[in-house]
DNA sequence: TTATTTTAAGACTTCAATATCTTAAAGATG
DNA sequence: CATCTTTAAGATATTGAAGTCTTAAAATAA
């Protein structure tokens, strides 16, 4: 199950990403979280920037350039990212597609997808990227195993 | 979110119609099918040959033809259909989309992520379409509501 | 100033899911 | 038989997410 778009998904690994590597009042090279993280360069430039417009991050352009969090990372919630990245009726969507699925006309799905929505939102919203970051986990392509899942 | 593919939304929706439908031993038009649920009619057809094939429904061609369901409805549960269409690999994906994610080598939303699929693979064991047919909900785009969600 | 580096931004390309179109095969009907 | 209807199956088209390429703008440094 695909829940996030690669949009949103590069938007957190970079995130944590720079939490690991930034220095204080050190701005970061795009072009180097693309090379460690195999992401594409103009394309991560393009997600960073959504983020730089809604104030997440501030970006500095010429020779010494780069990108900082400029938000308090431990108010950077897993929620926020989906919100600005994937819109927000990102939770309202109908398990089976359906157009005004809700109480009044609901699908046969409806309450065993609103639940195990509101129980997603809840994870999302209780995860910001410090917690992340601080779980310590992968956060490359590089794995041991050689089937990929 | 959208968790699944039209391709499993459509078969969900066609079973229910079906079971709503179908008198004893009687054949279903997929064209009935396909205007009613406002579905391609080619595109459903080829959905439900693949669940033909795998034994959850028979066709029969002709001017009297159709398709019927052949296993009890009972014992189709929303996650049989989605192995079928989704693939086995559906709830083994890492959040992050990292290869080889799992105990071993972990991302950073493993745990979160881990618990939170375990849960909505429960509901969809627990829920036959035969459960959703008897919920009673709705199945077609008819919707009172101006605004779509 | 001139050249270089970096982010910003737009145009274009690729790819997989979805949708459509056409033909084949099986069965019914007259 | 010939004709019609329906599912089966393949080819083609469309669409949006994802990825690539090019140019502009801002800042640094020679």
Redesign the pocket.
């Known amino acids: 199950m695909?829940a996030l778009?690669?949009?949103t998904?590069?938007a957190i690994r970079a995130l944590i990403y720079m939490l690991n590597n930034q220095q204080t009042n050190q701005?970061?090279?795009?072009?180097d979280i693309s090379n460690d993280l195999d992401?594409?360069?103009?394309?991560l430039?393009?997600i960073?920037?959504s983020l730089?417009?809604q104030g997440l991050l501030s970006?500095?352009?010429?020779?010494?350039?780069?990108?900082a969090i400029s938000k308090n990372p431990q108010n950077i919630r897993l929620i926020d990212l989906i919100y600005i990245l994937e819109g927000n009726d990102f939770f309202d969507k109908c398990l089976l597609g359906l157009p005004g699925c809700g109480t009044l006309e609901p699908c046969p799905a409806h309450e065993i997808w609103s639940v195990a929505k509101d129980d997603l939102k809840m994870k999302f919203e209780n995860a910001s990227i410090l917690d992340l970051k601080n779980l310590k986990g992968r956060i490359t392509n590089e794995s041991l195993e050689l089937a990929t899942a």
Do not use: M
Not at 27 to 31: A, G, K, L
Not at 39 to 43: A, E, Y
Not at 60 to 67: E, K
């Open positions: 695909q778009s690669k949009t998904i590069y701005y970061i090279n795009i072009r992401i594409s360069f103009h394309f430039t393009k960073l920037q730089t417009k970006s500095y352009r010429g020779a010494t350039g780069g990108i």
